[in-house]
Nanobody, 125 residues
């Protein structure tokens, strides 16, 4: 059974940092494209970042480029999202995501992914 378990969320002041983790079960993270998706209150889901299975190339939404870093630890079968210079507009539920089916190229469409249960990130002074 495929399962994604996120952790690491919390409340932080603007300019602060958090590192989100996603433990994967039932499949191998390094063999799958993986992404992070977020959803702010009252808004639709937004694709944030992704990492390709082959080669580990990374991609970022313009809104987080230069501040967030996606990575994976193959030995721990875990995906990470390091978030620096956090802003109030980064406040959202953050979901680890795996494609429902393999796609040609990493998808930036949230509905193309199976999401975990999410972890809350709140950026506020």
């Amino acid at each position: 059974e495929v399962k994604l378990v996120e952790s690491g969320g919390g409340m932080v002041q603007p300019g602060g940092s958090l590192r989100l983790s996603c433990a994967a079960y039932g499949f191998t993270v390094s063999n799958s494209d993986m992404s992070w998706v977020r959803q702010a209150p009252g808004k639709g889901p937004e694709w944030v970042s992704g990492i390709e299975a082959a080669g580990g190339r990374t991609y970022y939404a313009d809104s987080v480029k230069g501040r967030f870093t996606i990575s994976r630890d193959n030995a721990k079968n875990t995906l990470y999202l390091q978030m620096n210079s956090l802003k109030p507009e980064d406040t959202a539920l953050y979901y680890c995501a795996r494609p429902w089916v393999p796609t040609s190229g990493l998808s930036r469409v949230p509905k193309d992914y199976y999401w975990g249960q999410g972890t809350q990130v709140t950026v506020s002074s």
